[in-house]
């Protein structure tokens, strides 16, 4: 189904259309992940902005997107709830240069050990925890203040210009190519929403159609009152979730319902105190703090200090912010590489890990320095940028400067975009995103593979985390992959003319294998004098060389002799760096195959 978006040629017309539609739908996924971490939502935008641009200039896949995601988002909510908003900005900077340094390191190549089952079961995972996640955009403000699904006339027009933004996407391209099919989707529906707003509008009453806009205050009511569905679990998707708009169970407690109104003022609450409940009046006057704060205009970010006390230089902070700055770094540099890879599928051309990793720490360092909450790759938008015909670094610089200026000069306008335009482009990023192929071979693959795909995709489903999910995969796999070689060692035994048995070894000797390894021999039933061939072998790891090891011992020990040969060097050098540890003879003899026969 990749091949939905493999169609595209880059230009710079492309790319400067296809990184408007990115924009567009960046802003309420941005606002609404800052809803997730408990700040600002110009913090949101503000951090969507800065990793957009730095990293489409520095990092490593032309055409990627990167911005403030939920992924990130989850890990610092409870970091800004329990020490204030002020340790979040050193937090995203100390990840940044964690990020370089991997970079710099060379260790961005890591992404290559992803088997492809695993890479499946993530790309399939994406795509349901994408879908699942739209269902908020179906949701609206009870009376109360709790967040309950559309009913009657509005859920059906919601349905019928969610079906129409996907009809405009799918057939489009069939005709012109001349403006993304995205773009021209959003801006045809915008206008019949507007019209459909307009004459539908009672005074006082709410839209027919809701918007942008619309959803802001929407979320920043039911945050400030308390209400919420565990939306840090839907945050973090963080990869391309238009209508992401979950609330976590800490915006229940005042501190972080005051930071989402918007309220300068930085309170800590100690994690172990009892949280009071906010009053029926305090209830009240954050939420009209939330409705008079829920605009996403702003003006141009400064620096983190001149706005936030700063944190005390000491080890003490340090030890609060390294375990955080630690997750951050390890879920954005998965989630980018990963994202990298998929384009890279995508274009059929192939990016750059290492520089990627450097390009996503670089933009974490200026994000911090400014305000911003860190981010990393979004897959949604990316394949939105690549469905759009987004190929070069122009389209992530084209998002990211128009990001900015609708929070400068734009925001009424882009407030007005319907919801429904927005889910109506996601789920067309969902078919486009799902491995329908995977579904056919299923029952063609290999059972460990297919089970791995499916691990993949059920622990993304379930628990929202795309970097747990492919780090389980990879984990399972070497698994699987270890236990199967663990059977495939054997050895096939013959005598020479001097009388010496010889066990020509067959498979990797490692630590999976080294049992099986040492059941192999008769040591009372062998003669004086044992040779162990690796000529079809290898010695991997410790494990086996302390196999090989206790086989000299127990010959030794009823006076007989052990010999290895046909060792390739590395094995050698094994040999040699254990040292006195391993005493086992190492035999050249002209009776064997000399080294340099040794199969490569």
């Not at 978006?5 to 880059?10: I, N, V």
């Not at 300068?264 to 105190?273: F, H, I, M, R, W």
């Not at 389980?472 to 699987?480: F, H, K, N, Q």
Request: proline share 4%; net charge negative; charged share 15%.
């Amino acid at each position: 189904m990749l091949n939905f978006f493999r169609s595209q040629s880059g230009s710079i017309k492309n790319d400067v259309l296809s990184g408007l539609t990115v924009a567009l739908a960046l802003v309420p996924e941005a606002i609404a992940f800052a809803f997730v971490a408990g700040v600002n939502p110009v913090i949101g935008l503000y951090s969507a902005f800065f990793i957009g641009l730095i990293s489409a200039i520095c990092g490593g896949r032309p055409g990627m997107i990167s911005g403030a995601t939920g992924a990130m988002a989850v890990v610092v909510v409870a970091l800004v709830a329990q020490h204030g908003v002020e340790y979040l900005f050193p937090t995203v900077i100390l990840c940044g240069l964690i990020q370089v340094v991997v970079g710099i390191c060379r260790l961005g190549k890591f992404i290559r050990m992803v088997p492809q089952p695993v890479m499946l079961g993530f790309v399939n995972g994406l795509a349901i925890v994408i879908l699942l996640a739209q269902f908020d955009s179906f949701k609206t403000l009870s009376p109360e203040g709790a967040l309950v699904y559309l009913g009657g006339t509005r859920m059906f027009l919601m349905l019928a210009l969610i079906g129409l933004t996907m009809a405009i996407i799918w057939l489009l391209p069939k005709f012109s190519r001349a403006v993304p099919a995205s773009l021209a989707a959003i801006l045809s529906v915008t206008l019949i929403a507007l019209s459909i707003n307009y004459y539908s509008a009672e005074p006082g009453g709410t839209r027919a159609l809701a918007t942008v806009g619309d959803m802001l205050h929407t979320k920043s009511v039911a945050a400030a009152n308390g209400h919420g569905h565990g939306g840090a679990a839907h945050g973090k998707e963080g990869n391309g979730n238009s209508a992401t708009t979950g609330t976590t169970e800490s915006e229940s407690n005042p501190m972080v319902a005051t930071a989402i109104a918007g309220n300068a003022t930085q309170q800590t609450v100690d994690s172990e105190k009892t949280i009071v409940e906010p009053t029926e009046g305090e209830t009240a006057q954050a939420t009209d703090q939330a409705t008079a704060s829920s605009g996403m205009s702003g003006e141009l970010p400064v620096l983190f200090f001149f706005q936030y006390s700063m944190i005390p230089f000491t080890l003490d902070s340090l030890w609060i912010i390294l375990p955080y700055a630690l997750t951050l770094c390890g879920v954005g540099l998965i989630e980018s590489l990963m994202t990298l890879t998929l384009i890279d599928e995508i274009t059929e051309t192939r990016g750059s890990g290492n520089r990627e990793c450097v390009g996503q720490g670089t933009a974490n360092i200026v994000c911090g320095l400014f305000g911003g909450m860190g981010g990393c790759a979004m897959i949604g938008q990316s394949l939105i940028n690549v469905n759009s015909g987004g190929r070069g670094r122009l389209s992530g610089i084209t998002a990211a400067v128009c990001l900015l200026l609708f929070v400068l000069f734009l925001a009424p306008l882009i407030e007005q975009i319907p919801m429904a335009a927005l889910t109506g482009v996601m789920f067309m990023v969902v078919i486009g995103t799902f491995e329908w192929t995977s579904l056919k071979m299923f029952r063609r693959m290999p059972k460990s593979d297919m089970f791995v795909m499916v691990l993949v995709a059920a622990y993304t489903v379930l628990m929202h985390d795309l970097a747990s999910a492919v780090i389980l995969g990879v984990v399972v796999s070497a698994l699987v992959f270890s236990w199967q070689h663990a059977t495939h060692i054997g050895a096939d035994s013959k005598y020479d003319e001097h009388g010496s048995k010889i066990y020509q070894v067959h498979g990797p000797l490692f630590f999976a294998s080294a049992f099986s390894f040492k059941e192999i021999f008769d040591i009372d039933g062998d003669p004086d004098d044992v040779v162990i061939d690796f000529y079809y072998s290898r010695v991997y790891d410790q494990s086996g060389l302390e196999a090989i090891n206790t086989l000299s011992e127990k010959y030794k020990s009823v006076g007989k002799r052990l010999h290895v040969t046909h060792l390739n060097p590395k094995c050698r050098e094994l040999f040699v760096d254990a040292g006195d540890l391993i005493e086992v003879n190492m035999s050249d003899s002209p009776q064997f195959h000399v080294e340099s026969d040794r199969l490569a």
